[in-house]
């Protein structure tokens, strides 16, 4: 019997592998409250490298957790943003395979396989009308040339890492996405079509897709974009991978992945209103907030634990360039708000978290220093012992805050439609 990935479902990061436990209370609260939403712990090879750890490490932590918690229905583990070269050691311990082609969208294909997918597809030369887009696409020759010309080519690419996921796992053992989202400006329907149809020419059964959005997507903090425009290309794209599925016999449960960045607040209630309105899945990806959480429980716990906190944001300040250079794309940091390191050390425990926690009604909250902090893993990663032995001592109270975030904060307007003044649990 084939995995398949349900309606609904939620890539949790969990950068130390730490905090399965307190993820998934936050699924669990959504079954409470009548929606199942899926977790899929989501680490990188990045990720992995600079922590140190290896992927078995999130897989044997989403084990325990769920035998601890005694969770029944399904739950993945994503070998997040993977290419040929890095996916061997996910193979093990990996059951979702997130298959990134940004090297290689707008290398063109060989002007061969260019001209046979144009002959194969006659229909998408023409006008196409989709239910739920108010105009045809309207689809030249021409354009779908120079579409393939940017695309086909990383659908190409795409399909020989799957077949190599395939070899190794077996058809039907691992649940699929590719990410295309990565690029210099979003899809639109009719670019998202022709990519769609490449992939059920090469044989990929997506399940899901990730393509890519107007505006900013920046880690860890809110969306900054025109989000009439959001809701109208999210919408766009559904009804297209609706018509996908049914016109090349995808798998059917084909849906949307929105690759966040985490906290993108402002889209969620657009989100939650196109996926009702029109009966889709989607899959949130969200990325590090987890660790941020961390932070924000070890700063609230006090003593030891806010000393750390602060110690940590120090060397970050310190080596922000070294550790924003990899993520320069996906933040926005403005160097003259961030707070001196010695003005943060006469923070009282109240003054860290209002300032790192994501309220942007709060005036305490900074979103550079949350921003720093959210690609600063790598300064608590070196500190080793340290650091985990703290995340250990201080649980219950990381716990809450990782449970809360995650629940009232994502799940909650995704899944339910519930706005963030509408608190559940942990009002």
Known sequence: MSLTLPRYSIGVGDRFAHQAKAQLRACMLAAEAGIEVIPVWNKSNREHTIIGSEPSSTRTAADAAVKALGWTKPYFCDADHIGLATVDRF????????????????????????????????????????????????????????????????????????????????????????????????????????????????????????????????????????????????????????????????????????????????????????????????????????????LIGLAEAGGDGLALAKEIYAQAYDHREELCGPYATVIDIDPASLPAPTEVEQWSSDQFTSALRHDPHSSAYSSSLRQLLHVGFKVAAKMGPRYLDLLESNEAIIARNVTENLFDRHIAPVFLGRSQQEKGQFA
């Not at 290689?104 to 023409?126: M, T, W």
């Not at 696409?137 to 395939?166: M, P």
């Not at 425009?229 to 449960?253: R, W």
């Not at 849906?255 to 209630?269: E, M």
Request: with cysteine; proline share 5%; hydrophobic share 40%.
């Open 91 to 294: 193979l093990p311990a990996c059951d979702f395979y997130t298959i990134d082609v940004a090297d290689f969208i707008g290398k063109p294909a060989e002007a061969a396989s260019v001209d046979a997918f144009i002959a194969r597809h006659p229909e998408l030369q023409k006008p196409i009308e989709i239910e739920g887009i108010a105009s045809p696409l309207h689809l030249t020759q021409e354009f779908v040339r120079s579409t393939a010309n940017k695309f086909l080519y990383a659908v190409q690419q795409a399909a020989i890492i799957y077949c190599k996921i395939e070899s190794a796992k077996g058809r039907g053992n691992f649940i699929t996405e590719v990410s295309v989202d990565e690029t210099d400006s979003p899809q639109t329907p009719a670019e998202l079509l022709i990519i769609l149809a490449a992939a059920a020419d090469e044989d990929i059964p997506l399940d899901t897709i990730a393509p890519k959005f107007t505006g900013r997507f920046n880690k860890g903090v809110d969306y900054v974009g025109d989000l009439a425009q959001f809701e109208k290309e999210f919408a766009a794209d559904v009804s297209t991978i609706a018509y996908a599925v049914k016109f090349y016999g995808l798998p059917h449960n084909l849906k949307l992945s929105v690759h966040s960045g985490s906290d993108k607040f402002s889209i969620y209630a657009p989100m939650h209103k196109v996926v009702q309105t029109s009966n889709a899945g989607v899959h949130l990806k969200t990325a590090g907030t987890t660790w941020l959480e961390e």
